[in-house]
């Protein structure tokens, strides 16, 4: 949803005196990055990226896969079908994609997006968030790629306009990028978060996003054929909880996708409440889906029913246990992991103190259990750790920290070298995986 929230980084105590395992496999995978060589399209392709993947093995809905070592040291991986899986989401984080990280928890698929202004400055290619994607896709991870078009503060450009040809000419750099090498591609991030007001309450932003998706649609089929790995999604829908975005825009967005066999489905974002609001988003877009249609949910959490307990005070079984003042709130706490990180078990008994969070912990769970048992789900993914500092975490802040697996700005490095997680997502992340 936001830039924070996921993405990688270094942990927040000091490193051990000895190389980590961690840090080993960093290096050999940045090194891997310069060696390795990206397969592309051809006669070898999966359809739309929902049959069986060339390398590994078609397990059910949720289904493991295997490792093994690989020429890279980045480990290869037999990532499942796009079928019910569950990715590690890096959001914007790309360049700090962590394979020891992944390992951990079993993770086999990576969600990440790129903001498309880049393009103006250099290849996506040759990005290392990227490249590290690319990479990932190499050694047999399952890969989603959201495209973020960001206009909050300009006019959505119309078809036609030169305008829209900047657009364009991004999104033509992105595709040749990646087409033929990730499984799934996404036409736009969160396009109803990423206009102004005034543009996604008209058909200003359905005119954008389907001049979008039928030009990468027609660039596949001029450039990759009729047998390119990658599929299409149209982009995420955010707030559907609230009726007053069930509303004309996002039903022509609906209608768009299924009436163009070019898209494989759409992408959700549920951030949530509850597993009943998150309910609302998938009782919106099914109806639409055609047989063949999947839908995503490369984001989704319970950030909203988080912020609600920020100005909490914090249970007094945490206090009185680390010496902190009655009375401090919750947000207090987090300011003080931000800018002092705890140790793992400080950061867990933290969370688990809070009733409203305890009472909580099978969200996951729960959520990816309903989810697949729709029946239509390609991929969820969920955030695999945080995107970056957050010293300056206050009374208003979005508490995006409370849903990442792994910790690095709150917790000290962990004994085994990775950031302490949070074993509540950290389990049922790893579980979820079959």
């Keep these: ?117 880049k393009a103006d400055r250099s290849d996506p290619a040759a990005r290392t968030g990227t490249a590290k994607l690319l990479q990932a896709a190499s050694n047999g991870y399952g890969t989603v790629l959201s495209t973020k078009f960001q206009y909050h503060g300009t006019r959505l450009p119309e078809p036609g306009t030169a305008a829209m040809d900047t657009a364009l000419a991004r999104l033509d750099k992105v595709l040749a990028a990646v087409l033929g090498k990730i499984d799934i591609l996404t036409i ?66 609906m209608t768009f996708a299924a009436g163009n066999t070019d898209i494989a489905g759409v992408d959700i974002h549920p951030h949530v409440t509850s597993i009943g609001a998150a309910r609302e988003y998938t009782d919106f877009v099914l109806p639409y889906l055609r047989a063949d249609q999947k839908f995503l949910a490369t984001e989704f959490s319970l950030v909203k029913l988080w912020k609600q307990h920020m100005h909490d005070p914090v249970d007094a079984s945490f206090t009185r246990a680390y010496g902190t003042p009655a009375g401090t709130r919750v947000w207090q706490v987090i300011h003080e992991a931000a800018n002092n990180p705890f140790t793992e078990g400080k950061w867990n008994d933290f969370l688990l103190s809070n009733r409203w969070f305890a009472s909580h912990k099978t969200f996951l769970t729960n959520e990816m259990a309903r989810l697949r048992d729709t029946g239509k789900l390609a991929v969820a993914a969920y955030g695999i750790t945080q995107g970056g500092p957050i010293r300056d975490f206050g009374a208003s802040s979005s508490p995006w920290v409370l849903n990442s697996v792994f910790c690095p700005y709150v917790c000290r490095t962990a004994t085994d070298g990775l950031p302490g997680r949070d074993r509540t997502w950290a389990t049922a992340f790893k579980a979820a995986q079959g």
């Design 1 to 117: 949803m936001r830039a924070s929230g996921t993405g990688s980084g270094s942990g927040g105590g000091p490193e051990n005196g000895t190389t980590s395992r961690r840090r080993m496999l960093a290096l050999s995978t940045g090194a891997a990055l310069a060696v390795s060589g990206l397969a592309g399209c051809g006669a070898h392709g999966h359809g739309h990226g929902h049959g069986k993947r060339g390398h590994g093995r078609a397990p059910g809905a949720g289904g493991s896969a295997s490792t093994s070592p690989s020429p890279s040291g980045a480990g290869r991986v037999s990532a499942p079908p796009a079928s019910g899986v569950l990715a590690a989401n890096v959001n914007e984080s790309l360049d700090k994609i962590d394979h020891a990280e992944l390992a951990a928890v079993s993770a086999t698929w990576i969600r990440g997006f790129y903001l498309m202004s």
């Design 188 to 253: 736009g991030n969160e396009p109803f978060y990423e206009t102004r007001p005034a543009d996604r309450a008209t058909s200003r932003i359905n005119d954008f996003y389907e001049a979008l998706a039928q030009h990468a649609a027609k660039y596949r089929s001029a450039h990759f054929g009729a047998h390119c790995k990658t599929a299409l999604y149209m982009g995420a829908l955010n707030r559907l909880e609230d009726p007053a975005f069930r509303n004309a825009q996002t039903r022509r967005w």
